[in-house]
């Protein structure tokens, strides 16, 4: 069964300390992304990998950290940097390419909901 | 830089009403737009898209989207609600140049009562 797993599905941190969210796809894509949710922020790009052992920074990469050694998994570190990483975490996966006019639909994981006490 | 509104961050309907969620859309080029669909503590789902064909599409679950240029908007409809349509709802643009980057609204939470 094909899909996109993001583990745990709650994590709690204490302040000062990094923390590490999975993200693993068996879709054989080529592409994968991470967002943050807010409420009432919408999905915010934190960052995205075209292919693997590349990586690019979204709109809000700052305190965060990944790595892309594998093409089915895309690891996520929040930092300590990360002054306020209370969040639900989105993974995401596509097809690669997507130059217009094609274009690859994103398929998403469940989500990590991380708490900072 | 594409960008995208949503209008209404709480909708609320009676079970059997028509639902239309609003979206508005900023672009310098024709757009590609989306509509997503996330329950309670779960991912995204995507409900329907426009990639320059026709302009009213249908997506999954009976909801359908009108792309109208002359507005900037792609409001999302569904003729009558169900209980099971209460979820958040995300209106989405492709970032031109990016791939298969995505730019989202801030979404409308969906409340549907008896």
């Known amino acids: 069964d094909g899909g996109i797993t993001q583990s745990p599905k709650y994590l709690f941190r204490k302040e000062g300390q990094n923390v590490t969210l999975s993200c693993e796809q068996n879709l054989n894509h080529d592409a994968m992304y991470w967002y943050r949710q807010d409420p009432g922020q919408g999905l915010r790009l934190i960052y995205y990998s075209q292919i693997v052992n590349d990586f690019q920074k979204g709109d809000i990469a700052e305190g965060y950290s990944v790595s892309r050694e594998k093409k089915e998994s895309f690891p996520l570190t929040v930092t300590s940097a990360q002054k306020n990483p209370t969040a639900f975490y989105l993974c995401a996966s596509s097809r690669g390419g997507g130059q217009a006019p094609s274009y690859n639909e994103q398929f998403f994981g469940p989500g990590t909901r991380l708490t900072v006490l | 830089a594409q960008s995208v509104t949503q209008l209404g961050s709480h909708v609320s309907v009676s079970e059997g009403a028509l639902v239309l969620l609003r979206c508005n859309y900023s672009s310098s080029v024709p757009p590609y737009l989306f509509w997503y669909v996330q329950y309670p503590n779960q991912g995204l789902q995507l409900l329907l898209k426009?990639?320059?064909?026709?302009?009213l599409v249908k997506g999954i679950n009976g909801f359908e989207a009108e792309f109208k240029k002359s507005e900037t908007s792609f409001h999302l409809t569904k003729p009558s609600a169900h209980m099971s349509d209460a979820a958040e709802y995300f209106c989405?643009?492709?970032?031109?140049?990016?791939?298969?980057?995505?730019?989202f609204g801030t979404g409308t939470q969906l409340k549907v009562e008896l």
């Open positions: 989405a643009v492709r970032v031109t140049g990016g791939g298969n980057k995505l730019t």
């Open positions: 426009y990639t320059s064909a026709a302009t």
